[in-house]
């Protein structure tokens, strides 16, 4: 078994464990930000973490009516002109916490007297050392280069700090289901998995989603991406409809992302707009109606929240992607030209 496959399945455990033991430094941080009266979340991350991010501007839209920013980092780093960030908290996100241009975010929000915050696997890390308040993704060693345990990880702490700032028992009770969530998602894309082999001459696809999951198709399409050697464009539905539908020819393959939640009944018209264009559909869904469009069907278990369907919906990418690989005949521990550690500046 390879170092992805294994980290792939080790996704529950990660999770449960960040859910047991960030508690009380997530309390903290929530504490601080009442205290502060912070009006507003700027996120600075690269890769994975980035998307990580995405999540997290409509998680904490939603759940606790905060604007929420990606950060420049290069306004900071290349051109030495931050901005000013009254009244922010300021999270960095980064696997390794080694990045510098992430690091020197956080270094001037502090410098600027905000509360600041980071999501690492690496407690020890620069990005650790610059925060007031650091939450730990528990994901140990991640070996493989592309990430899946430590996003998930990253997507539990963002959880994890919504559900408890937004003081919601219902948003914290359906939180602790999660590791059974992803336990079931990962037996139904094994299953689905093998379907991969279709796509094996496959040079190029879009992965759409919305909503919470706008984030998911980002994520997946960097999987296929670097895995794969796939060029794979994430959009919106939205902005897809607005110019990139002129894409879809027949057999132009489409990833969509539709689980069950407010935005189901217009992903579901979406999906019929793509089935009339000829587009070969990879659907990832619960809902047997959106399925029965797809040529290949991606199950996802029933029962998730919304606000928690992208720990599930990744899991179908992250495996097909994995089987993709292997189909192609490549290493899927090292991808050509990458390394587990990018310091951008």
């Not at 410098?111 to 050392?129: D, F, H, K, R, Y």
């Not at 993704?137 to 408890?164: D, F, I, N, P, W």
Request: proline residues 6%; aromatic residues 6%; charged residues 20%.
């Amino acid at each position: 078994m390879s170092h992805l496959e294994s980290e792939i399945q080790e996704q529950p455990a990660v999770v449960a464990r960040l859910l047991e033991e960030e508690r009380r430094p997530i309390a903290g941080l929530v504490e601080a930000i009442r205290r502060r009266g912070v009006r507003y979340v700027m996120i600075a991350a690269r890769g994975s973490s980035d998307n990580a991010a995405t999540y997290g501007k409509y998680l904490l839209g939603a759940l606790c009516r905060l604007p929420v920013a990606l950060a420049t980092p290069s306004l900071f780093s290349v051109y030495q002109a931050p901005p000013r960030m009254d009244g922010a908290l300021v999270l960095g996100i980064s696997q390794s916490g080694q990045s510098p241009d992430i690091v020197g975010v956080l270094a001037e929000a502090r410098a600027q007297g905000l509360v600041t915050a980071a999501i690492t696997n690496e407690p020890a890390s620069p990005l650790a050392g610059v925060a007031d308040h650091v939450v730990q993704c528990h994901a140990g060693a991640e070996r493989s280069v592309a990430a899946t345990k430590t996003y998930t990880a990253q997507l539990a702490a963002l959880a994890m700090l919504g559900a408890t700032l937004s003081g919601s028992e219902e948003h914290l009770a359906e939180l602790a289901g999660l590791p059974a969530h992803i336990g079931r998602a990962l037996v139904l894309a094994g299953e689905d998995a093998a379907g991969a082999v279709r796509y094996r001459y496959m040079e190029s696809c879009v992965v759409i989603g919305r909503g919470y999951n706008y984030a998911t198709a980002f994520e997946i399409a960097l999987k296929l991406k670097e895995l794969t050697y796939v060029l794979a464009e994430p959009y919106s539905s939205a902005d897809f409809m607005h110019g990139p539908l002129a894409l879809i020819g027949q057999g132009f393959p489409v990833w969509v992302i539709a689980p069950g939640g407010r935005v189901y009944a217009e992903m579901r018209e979406f999906l019929g707009r793509l089935r009339q264009q000829g587009a070969e559909l990879l659907v990832i869904s619960e809902q047997e109606d959106a399925l029965r469009e797809a040529h290949t069907p991606l199950r996802l278990p029933a029962g998730v929240p919304e606000w928690l369907s992208p720990f599930t919906a990744v899991v179908p990418g992250q495996l097909m992607a994995l089987h993709l690989t292997l189909a192609k005949g490549y290493d899927p521990d090292h991808p050509r030209g990458l390394r587990k550690v990018t310091e951008t500046r």
